[in-house]
């Protein structure tokens, strides 16, 4: 499947202002996906911080800062930006979440891998 629009959930399963997990075959393998949503918009990235490789949330598709304005990673603190993945704060300042083109269409959210 990898290359391919592939369905993750319905633009209505995450709550806007939220985050949510999800899983899609990106670059032939199976990733674990960050999905924030800002209005009609999802923000897609790798699941895995740029500083250890690590899945960054401790519950699943729980991703924000408490005040909800930055991605979160629980191992060490870092923060970056829902909207473009940069590290603005711990270990990896200066470094992105990989990002992972999302669309919606059918108020539906597709990845492509």
């Known amino acids: 499947m990898s290359g391919e629009r592939q369905l993750i959930c319905g633009l209505d399963d995450i709550e806007d202002g939220e985050s949510a997990g999800g899983k899609a075959d990106i670059g032939g393998r199976e990733r674990s996906l960050v999905l924030v949503r800002k209005g009609e918009i999802v923000f897609a990235y790798i699941n895995s911080c740029p500083h250890i490789g690590a899945p ?26 829902i909207e473009d993945g940069y590290c603005v704060q711990g270990p990896c300042i200066g470094q992105s979440l990989k990002p992972v083109d999302a669309l919606i269409e059918d108020g539906k959210v597709y990845v492509q891998g």
């Open 56 to 81: 960054l949330e401790l519950r699943p598709g729980y991703f924000l800062t408490l005040d909800r304005s930055h991605i979160n990673c629980v191992n060490h603190g870092a923060h970056f930006r």
